[in-house]
């Protein structure tokens, strides 16, 4: 089976992305300090992530010295846009009326062709 590279990271990779959009760019030390806040994890499990978001392209790094100094190479409103519009196709058929919808309350939007409620099809009478 062939894997994708899905847009949207999966929570330990999007944690990672949020320590260094609001650092703009750090070294594993850093995200890990920030990361670690609110879960407990190793050096050597940040550098990981870290790396495989440089290989997926969502970050960058320079070598500074001996260590690496990364940035992110994604804005957070482009992920977010990803975000949702993987949300709208996968749950509501790619229609943005239908998560609007939903979010409101209601149901989903009627189709196009779909008479308005309450009103009498005269062509039969």
């Not at 998560?99 to 005269?122: C, M, N, S, V, Y």
Request: charged share 25%; glycine share 6%; net charge positive.
């Amino acid at each position: 089976m062939t894997r994708t590279v899905r847009d949207v990271p999966p929570p330990l990779e999007l944690a990672c992305l949020r320590a260094l959009w609001s650092l703009q760019e750090g070294n594993v030390r850093s995200v890990q300090e920030i990361v670690t806040q609110s879960r407990p994890l190793a050096y050597t499990t940040i550098m990981t992530v870290l790396d495989r978001l440089v290989r997926k392209g969502k970050l960058s790094r320079r070598k500074v010295g001996r260590s690496f100094v990364y940035a992110p190479s994604q804005t957070r409103d482009s992920l977010r846009h990803a975000a949702v519009k993987e949300l709208v196709d996968g749950y509501f058929d790619g229609s943005q009326d239908a998560l609007l919808a939903f979010l409101r309350g209601g149901t989903e939007p009627a189709p196009a062709h779909a008479e308005p409620e309450g009103h009498i099809d005269t062509v039969l009478l």
